[in-house]
């Protein structure tokens, strides 16, 4: 009953580096959604999908791409990792009213 | 467009008291309200949500909601918190049932022995 597992846990960057993190759902949810979260500001979205093959543009987009060739899989890329893109990031899912969150992933970049 | 605040960021409380975390929200449209909770080191768990219907939304652990949409708020409340109540709280609003969240800044409950 794994629900949401995003890989990896932790990670610490270097400036200019790129990487993907990845979320997975077992819950045949339509709806995936990527947040970062930061001191202060909530949650704050960054890019979402509604089905397998489209994605979308959340509040704050810029420096992150995503993919969602699979249902059950919403991957999301930093091109040239900056030190503003330091955070925990978060991957949900839903297919109704509800959203189920992972357990983060908390990416330092130096 | 749509916006949350909550009003305190931090709520110290003692154990077996009553608290209440305020939520603000604006929107020009139908509202879809929740209340989310972060324990350390985790993802948020759901709460409570009003979609529709009675304005008193009873949730989890002992929590209940007011929606009032002439002072467009949704205050979280708890009768007696216990100390397995510390955590982060976070109110969020969506403009439809199924859709992307907008969340507010979160509410650190701490209820002390």
């Known amino acids: 009953n794994a629900g949401v597992t995003q890989t990896p846990k932790f990670r610490v960057l270097k400036t200019g580096q790129s990487m993907t993190l990845l979320c997975a759902q077992d819950?045949?949810?339509?709806?995936m959604y990527w947040y970062r979260q930061d001191p202060g500001m909530g949650l704050r979205l960054i890019h979402y999908?509604?089905?397998?093959?489209?994605?979308a543009k959340g509040e704050v987009p810029d420096g992150y791409n995503v993919s969602r060739l699979k249902k059950q899989n919403f991957l999301l890329g930093l091109e040239s990792a900056a030190p503003s893109q330091t955070s925990v990031y978060f991957c949900?899912?839903?297919?109704?009213?509800?959203?189920?969150f992972g357990d983060g992933t908390r990416l330092s970049i130096l | 467009a749509q916006s949350v605040t909550q009003l305190d960021s931090q709520v110290p409380v003692f154990e077996e008291a009553p608290v209440e975390l305020r939520c603000n929200y604006s929107?020009?449209?139908?509202?879809?309200l929740f209340w989310y909770v972060q324990y350390p080191n985790q993802g948020l768990q759901l709460l409570l949500k009003?979609?529709?219907?009675?304005?008193l939304v009873k949730g989890i652990n002992g929590f209940e909601a007011e929606f009032n949409k002439s002072q467009t708020s949704f205050h979280l409340r708890k009768p007696s918190v216990h100390i397995s109540d510390t955590a982060e709280y976070f109110c969020?609003?969506?403009?439809?049932?199924?859709?992307?969240?907008?969340f507010g800044q979160g509410t650190e409950l701490s209820v002390k022995p």
């Open positions: 969020a609003v969506s403009d439809n049932q199924g859709g992307k969240l907008i």
């Open positions: 999908s509604v089905g397998e093959g489209t994605t």
């Open positions: 929107s020009s449209v139908s509202v879809y």
């Open positions: 819950m045949n949810h339509e709806y």
């Open positions: 949900a899912s839903s297919a109704g009213s509800r959203q189920h």
């Open positions: 009003y979609l529709s219907g009675s304005t």
